[in-house]
Structure formats: structure tokens, C-alpha cells
């Protein structure tokens, strides 16, 4: 590994594996895509036609296809996963677009923890017996499961995570 430093102001493509990188502390395509699958189950085919880049320390942008030189531009993609902290957290859009493909650590909430949930209320939730840390947020509609944000689980409350720009306040749909 070399001395590159990261620099917060443009993208750089991830690199293949660890012992691709040039910047300490950056992930690699292989990270998140192990993260991903161990995490939530989302398999590798999922995610297989996309590219990964880093902007600042550890803010990883996701885009459909390649991308010849995206350093001088301002966003590629969207946001999709905080990786340099103790634990890697994914975003609400990440969770919105890919949370479909989730087979574990999926929680379905009620249409009245539902619309709390993406109203950023904290709730109790005792009766989850899954992992700790994050987890996509779900509420079944039309018939199917849809993601909605991300939640942390921690002693028992689901603490919602979703950002304030995104919140909204959603009728009880019983």
C-alpha cells in the first residue's frame, strides 16, 4: 500500500481488494460487497453491474455503470454507505433502492410504527429477536414488502435514522 492521501474534494474508484489500495482506510469493492451479503443478504449479482467511489472519508457513492474521470464532478450516483467508523451504516436511499433484495435483518414494521418511523420517532421494540446495529426498515404495502429507511437497533428500541430532509409525516394506513 502506498502514501496516497485521500482527498475530500473529488471521487476515487474504490479498488478491487485490500491489497489493491492506495489510501489507508478506504474500502474495497470486495468489503462492500461482502458487507452487503453478510449484512443483509443482498447477493453480489445484485450489486455486480455497479461502481463504487469514495468522496471525503468514507462516504461511498454507488453508480450504475462506469464512469471515465468523475474526480471534477460534484455527485455520481447516489450515496450509499458510511464506511469509515466503527460500523459501516448504509443510507435511506441505499436502503430504499437495494432493501427489495434483502433476505436478514429486515424489519416490517405496522402501518403505526411505519409512519413514526419515517416521522424520525425512536420506538421501543422488544419483540425483535434479530441482530443488533442497523437495520432496513420495511412496511408491507399493495401487497408487497417495501423498504422504507434505516433503523438502528439497539436494547431493545429501533432508533430511526432516516434524514430530516427525508421524514414525513405518512397517514396510518390500517
Do not use: C
Amino acid at each position: 500500500m502506498s502514501d496516497h492521501a485521500n482527498d475530500g474534494g473529488q471521487f476515487d474508484r474504490l479498488p478491487a481488494t485490500s491489497a489493491d489500495r492506495e489510501v489507508a482506510g478506504r474500502a474495497s469493492r470486495e468489503a462492500v460487497l461482502d458487507w452487503w451479503e453478510t449484512r443483509f443478504g443482498i447477493g453480489r449479482e445484485v450489486l455486480g453491474g455497479y461502481s463504487f467511489w469514495e468522496k471525503g472519508a468514507g462516504k461511498v457513492w454507488v453508480f450504475n455503470g462506469e464512469a471515465d474521470d468523475p474526480s471534477r464532478i460534484e455527485a455520481i450516483g447516489m450515496t450509499f454507505l458510511r464506511t469509515r467508523q466503527e460500523h459501516w451504516k448504509p443510507t435511506t436511499r441505499a436502503a430504499q433502492r437495494f432493501g427489495r433484495h434483502a433476505t436478514r435483518n429486515v424489519i416490517e414494521l405496522d402501518p403505526e410504527r411505519a409512519s413514526r418511523f419515517v416521522a424520525g420517532e425512536d420506538q421501543d421494540l422488544t419483540e425483535w429477536d434479530g441482530d443488533w446495529g442497523y437495520l432496513i426498515a420495511a412496511h408491507r404495502i399493495a401487497g408487497a414488502t417495501e423498504p422504507i429507511g434505516v433503523g438502528l437497533y439497539l436494547y431493545d428500541e429501533l432508533r430511526s435514522v432516516v434524514p430530516k430532509g427525508s421524514r414525513a409525516d405518512l397517514p396510518v394506513v390500517k
